[in-house]
């Protein structure tokens, strides 16, 4: 694999594919299980200032599997980017799950 992942640091070579199980647990430890019209979204930026994130994802509430394809990363520079993982609940309460993550995108061989 091109691709690791330690604690929320994913290191990534650029222009590769990524495909992670995102995991989602309450407060009291117990997995949550998304329902009907909840949704789950990555977005990572350069910088968390930035207005506009570079790559955003939908993660299917049935996989809750995170893929990047190699169009997400193959126009990136080479350096560490931000991270997070949001679930909207279909009442519209949001829980950002996963914050100040990093990923890093390595250099590729051409």
């Known amino acids: 694999m091109s691709y ?6 994913i290191t990534l070579t650029r222009g590769d594919t ?5 995991s989602i647990t309450k407060q009291d430890g117990t997995p949550y299980v998304p329902n009907d019209g909840d949704k789950v979204r990555f977005a990572m930026k350069a910088k968390y200032e930035d207005p ?6 939908d993660i299917p509430i049935d996989t809750l599997t ?3 394809h190699p169009e997400d990363t193959k126009d990136l520079s080479f350096g560490k980017y931000v991270y997070d ?10 829980d950002t799950f996963i914050t100040k993550a990093t990923i890093k995108i390595t250099e590729e061989v051409d």
Do not use: M, R, Y
């Open 4 to 9: 690791s992942v330690s604690g929320t640091t």
């Open 66 to 68: 995170l893929t990047l």
């Open 18 to 22: 990524f495909v992670a199980l995102i």
């Open 52 to 57: 506009e994130p570079l790559v955003v994802k």
């Open 85 to 94: 993982i949001q679930l909207t609940k279909a009442d519209g309460t949001v």
